[in-house]
């Protein structure tokens, strides 16, 4: 396949942590071509100003987010804005014959209420909504394969929702017991300057957040009742840590069969995720770290059971802005445009 | 009080962690003269060799490990020995009259069964071990001070059990679903040479570790029994953490009466802990973090209560160093020798 | 002494980390007072809701910053702002009677043209300038005692003239081969949120900044000028590191005897500082690391001679919030209020 | 080319940092077939379970080490073992035929006495190290093209030789006042249990270490005086930074003519290496980042010119497990092997 042939992809709000990752990932993807770059408050700078390492390489400007130019340009486009936001250009752009790939929470949810309760925006675009695919190609493959537009889950919900899937769909819990202790890289919270988030605020320190009211539950509570088939409450606790990349959910639920061990669960998990590359079960005894994923789109999960007290205890462990963010987000690309999910994706870590 | 009225005290096993943070403590400590270091791998050597920070300051020499010695000159001993070596010293100790405080899990178990198959030692003091107090001073105050011989929590049982006391005492929650995620700094492991603890390894990354088979679960679910008053089980899951000192146990269990609200379980933590100068509540919606805690003797506790899920979850931070080892043993030492438990501690943290 | 005869202090730009360390620090002081805190942005704002660890022991509110207010209730004063904003309340205190300690570069200039040109800032205030000290108690300890208007030196030049003051001063060196490798943990930037002191863009990496015009290197200049009595240029060069609180300056410098051995510069460096509780030389083969210096206000130096290259290769240690900041600030108010230098401070860190 | 088409590598000593890279990176290299791995303390050991992260993709099993065997099976052998073992393989890997990189000290120097002074080794295999070449490709690319042995630079000398070549290849400066302040992350001790590299000891500090008799200095000055030409003593001080990777080297010296500006030596720079891929000149006023090169063979050098003092101050940004041992090891072999040197080498990190 030769460059002209290649699809051209634009990438609206690059100059943050989502849209660095995109360009990376993109520049290294052998049928890509990243044909334009949108922002508003960066608009006309250089992208290499932002991020000076790329300056041998990659010399795109920055430009004026306009729906006529990223149409004419891109026949992909990714949407890494804050909430509220990607849905006013989505339905512009899907209308023109863009796909769009949107990273932002506007269109994780299949219900105007739930979100609108959860990100205080109203909005009347239900029309759209409907259309939008749940981007979790491990859960919801096949009709990410035919969406042209994707709502990309966020960090938590990936690893929390790869935890505890196979649980749910096999009806192996009980679902009101689920609890997810998850603890997050400081990169999370993205290129803001937020006083929490510098090091020397976020080094050497660890705390729980948004506990009790974190406004990734109900998004994870969305899924794993449509995987369940009941309503489920889940509680979910994120933690800061003192590091860069990185996220560990750590899923406890009680077991409906108390009979059940762990090689019982690990047989499962390796049949569910026979199929996706990028889920990899580790064995009996070794419990996932989260450097084994950094760069990567991988998720590792290891399973228990406490004979004791008769709970699994499932643990994840994601890059936050690779499986957890963009490499994700390219991962759907890849399936709606009819190729490998695999492709352009970096599938293994450097260690340490 | 002039020196030559200082109680002597005495530190065996003083080149680890917990050692030297004795050292830091006792040496601006008002009342207390170090007359002996003990330790057979480094005897011979000056103490300031190993923590050379110290040269300027402290120019003991660690002596090879000799009851007689120890016993003619300290009046106080601290036990700083991996498991299954102070119960070996303890009984001659106190036979000539010291009090003993034993920092490893020798003597936080009143019950041999329970000790040996969690640290498979056999042994038969049985009779010393039934004198020996928990040194969890919040808990046990009255006891220790009359104890001579004091077996004192290690860092998870203190974060943990410091967070759930209240509601278990008051019978709030529902004994069987309690799960304690705690989360620790890397100084937890000592200042051994494993491959897993160098920075190399643990920094960036974050993994659990003993999953469903702690052996701190059984110290923790022998005090939360004796404090419900029924046996209870618990499930404590530890993860390492990138970052040397801090530990936060963020615990989860269902409420009895679900109409309890937050407000209402700050103020029973708040009465709890009234005569506790080392245990502080953070007022609402301020959730604990372990940089707060670093270098002193402090707890700090947050509540939250999920109404979704009629759940309480606790977050309770210490210095994994101090409160979780060396200056709660000081703390207990103060007690047993009849002073204000704050006596040469400190109090405050330097942030950030 | 009683309550009633505590000295009252006020800090004008408490909300900083240089505001933070001095509340932490005279709160322990026992002879001190907090009478007043000021800040205009943060007006209104109890001091804990900015540093909430502090709850439970500090219930101060910020005030607007008002001359009368200050000078009415403070008999010293710490002015603990921006660079160019402090030269504008300085003689006005002066002139109420109080006793003013400058932590911004407004003071540390003897000359009106070095301090414009490095700062930008027009001012005319020469008279009061001149009456200011440069607070390095270790330099100018007499002069501090009698000063009532000090212009306290920050981390860089503190922990860089400490390495090379005594060469200068008994002219061991050849004063055009100083160079001065520095490196400083990110605290040293500010409680303010800039992109770059984001731990994740701050952590794991490495770089130097303000290479060849720093501007540090006047105010260093000046003072080492001074010691040498000859006009003197050091090449001077700060690194950004990945820890919160440290500094650690690595000096070079020619020798002019190319026959002096370390013993010799060890004897020369104890007997400079012998009389400097806070300094600490370390005896030979040891390097000082910054850890030793963590809420201290010590500084560990280290000698070391190739006589191969016929240098002289120092290295110092402090802490940059303390020794580097406040600490070294309350050492000076110490003097000024003839007491000894070293009450109220920390004498030694905890580790590791 | 087909699988069986591939040139089969053996890596002895393959349980360290060196051999997990190696191993990472020549799974990935399209040419390559892993076909050995050796190591005497791990053999029958899987690989797997020194680096669970590798589980479900790399199934190979440490074998002992036996030149028979390695050298049956493979074409080219890298040796990532302790200094003063490989000089004992590679002679006879080379009579049987193999193609050999050495990643310790013992084919770095031309010279045994050198080698002997520095490393306390004494041999006699002065022939097999006549041919070897400095496997530096931006110095020696020549040389190592037509090589059957190369001793592989490490990562102190890497970084600085490559920040200083063009210096003193074109006379630039004054030998005599090169300065080389060095700072490393912690991985470049190795996959040892020291306690000075466990994490609570070496985070959150920094200190020098081999003050003026590095062992690296011989070797980084064998080199400078045959770029410049005249015998060369360089004065280079190596510094351990809270980090698992990265390295910076700070490089000073005196200009020869003052006359010259930053643009000047950009210039100088940019033609000295262009055509080396792997090394990047960032432009006017911004300095390199050692995370700008994590996971990667990439070299960031800046250059600035004081004009006040007529120094010229270089830094140079590598990953010193990647550019400063493992992938340039790799990178070497490409050359031996007649390939492009960039075939199967990371050329871009991810950020941050």
């Known amino acids: 396949m030769d460059a002209s042939e290649k699809i051209t992809v634009g990438i609206v709000g690059a100059s943050g942590y989502g849209g660095v990752q995109l360009v990376r990932l993109l520049l290294e993807h052998p049928q890509i071509e990243i044909a334009y770059l949108g922002g508003n408050q960066s608009a006309g700078k250089k992208f290499a100003e932002l991020y000076p390492y790329l300056g041998h390489r990659f010399h795109h400007t920055i430009e004026p987010i306009d729906v006529e130019t990223i149409a004419e340009r891109c026949q992909v486009v990714f949407l890494s804005l804050p909430n509220g936001v990607g849905y006013k250009l989505a339905p512009q752009l899907l209308e023109k014959g863009c796909q769009v790939l949107d990273l932002s929470a506007d269109y994780r949810f299949n219900d105007i209420k739930s979100y609108t309760a959860a990100y205080n925006v109203e909005r009347d675009d239900e029309e759209t909504m409907a259309t939008a695919v749940y981007g979790l190609p491990e859960l919801y493959r096949e009709q990410v394969k035919t969406a042209t537009l994707v709502g990309c889950p966020g960090c938590y919900p990936t690893a929390s929702l790869l935890a505890i899937a196979p649980l749910l769909k096999q009806g192996l819990i009980l679902p009101e017991t689920v609890i997810i202790d998850a603890k997050s890289g400081t990169s999370g919270g993205g290129r803001k300057s937020k006083v929490n988030l510098l090091l020397a605020e976020a080094d050497n320190t660890l705390s729980a957040y948004g506990v009790a009211g974190h406004r990734h539950t109900p998004e994870i509570e969305q899924i794993c009742s449509h995987l369940a088939g009941v309503d489920i409450r889940v509680q979910f606790t994120p933690h800061l840590v003192p590091m860069v990349r990185g996220m560990l959910s750590t899923v406890y639920a009680n077991l409906r069969d108390p009979g059940l061990v762990r090689d019982d669960l690990l047989t499962i998990y390796n049949a569910f995720y026979r199929s996706s590359d990028f889920v990899k079960i580790v064995p009996n005894g070794v419990y996932p770290q989260t450097k084994w ?57 450097f260690y340490p």
Request: net charge negative; charged share 20%; hydrophobic share 45%.
């Open 293 to 349: 994923t950094t760069g990567t789109n991988l998720c590792y999960i290891g399973v228990e059971v406490d004979p004791r007290t008769d709970r699994v205890i499932v643990m994840s462990a994601i890059d936050n802005l690779m499986k957890g963010q963009a490499a994700q987000a390219v991962q759907c690309m890849n399936l709606m445009l009819g190729w490998e999910e695999t492709v352009g994706l970096p599938k293994l870590a």
